[in-house]
């Protein structure tokens, strides 16, 4: 009798096991072909991309990194010049002929191409204060994440006007080419911040330095500081500002009071935060303005309007026409320049 029910066991576990096989096969069969079909779509529509320009592949090797051999802001700003002769021979020089007509930026003559600009802003920037007046102070610009220096340029003039020192930092892998991002780090980030920090400093002598940071810019300048405290080799800013930070705000922020207390506690008079929405271009900016300004040497982005199918382009129409001006830009100016001290 005992062999008997294990027998019986043995045989319902067994026929089990072959009807879960049954179910499983044409489940394991159709994924399968299911992966294979998707595959072959998928290897198909990437066929049909277009091919990859140089600006996508060019990997620059001028570039700045944390590991260069390159000890001060000058040798930084010498860097920066090869690597923009690399960007000159190895994609524009070797774009498609020239088109006045087109919006690519890396075609020589059209409507996005920086040689049409009296100035490169996509190019570290440095002012110095008109008729060679002894500056007031010395003000470190950051840009932030995919930007350029180009979008604290109205800033850094104003200040210039004030009588300040002012470099517009470029962050390292930006104002290039695209392939430029996907190689840059944080680390390469902060270290041109201290050069520049450092090259403020000595230039300035005892004189206060400011640093205004933008969106990524923000994180930056916040990391210098924190870095700044335990070292004796780099000089601290006597005030931030923060425009636009990429900092994450938690609901914590309720307690904000303490960001002044942290401030004091870092040996600074102030820190100073301007919301998310403080966009850094003013309603006249040619590029991204309303088109009150004076006309733009090439492109302007500032007054999109979506006309025809809905649908029909794959950028969302809320990223297309989005604000691109800040209508209180002279509200912040007028208080940054408050906090740094020179109204």
Not at 101 to 120: D, L, M
Request: proline share 6%; glycine share 10%; charged share 20%.
């Amino acid at each position: 009798m005992q062999d008997d029910r294990v027998i019986k066991k043995l045989r319902a576990g067994l026929e089990r096991r072959r009807w879960l096989g049954r179910l499983l096969k044409p489940v394991i069969y159709g994924g399968c072909g299911a992966l294979i079909v998707l595959g072959v779509v998928g290897v198909k529509i990437l066929n049909h991309k277009p091919d990859l320009e140089p600006w996508h592949q060019v990997d620059l090797d001028e570039e700045f990194t944390v590991d260069s051999a390159v000890t001060d802001f000058q040798g930084y700003l010498q860097l920066e010049d090869r690597l923009f002769k690399q960007l000159d021979t190895e994609i524009y020089q070797a774009g498609s002929e020239e088109g006045a007509q087109t919006v690519n930026r890396y075609q020589r003559g059209s409507r996005s191409a920086p040689e049409g600009w009296e100035f490169n802003w996509n190019r570290t920037f440095e002012l110095v204060p008109e008729g060679g007046d002894t500056p007031r102070a010395g003000v470190l610009l950051i840009h932030g994440l995919s930007d350029s220096p180009y979008s604290l340029h109205h800033l850094g003039l104003r200040l210039q006007k004030q009588g300040a020192h002012v470099v517009g930092l470029r962050i390292p892998g930006h104002g290039t080419a695209p392939s430029g991002l996907t190689q840059v780090t944080w680390q390469d980030m902060a270290a041109a911040v201290r050069l520049a920090m450092v090259y403020l400093s000595e230039t300035l002598g005892d004189r206060p330095l400011y640093v205004a940071g933008y969106s990524n810019g923000a994180a930056l300048a916040l990391q210098y500081v924190l870095t700044a405290r335990d070292r004796q080799d780099l000089p601290q800013p006597r005030r931030l500002v923060f425009i636009s930070p990429e900092i994450g705000v938690s609901p914590m922020a309720r307690y904000a009071i303490w960001q002044e207390r942290i401030g004091r506690w870092l040996g600074l008079e102030n820190i100073y935060s301007l919301s998310h929405v403080a966009l850094p271009f003013p309603p006249d900016d040619v590029l991204y303005g309303d088109g009150t300004g004076e006309k733009s040497p090439g492109i302007h982005l500032g007054s999109v309007a979506l006309r025809g199918e809905k649908g029909a382009i794959q950028i969302p129409a809320a990223e297309v026409l989005r604000l691109r001006w800040n209508p209180f830009y002279s509200f912040l100016e007028d208080r940054i320049l408050a906090h740094f001290e020179l109204e």
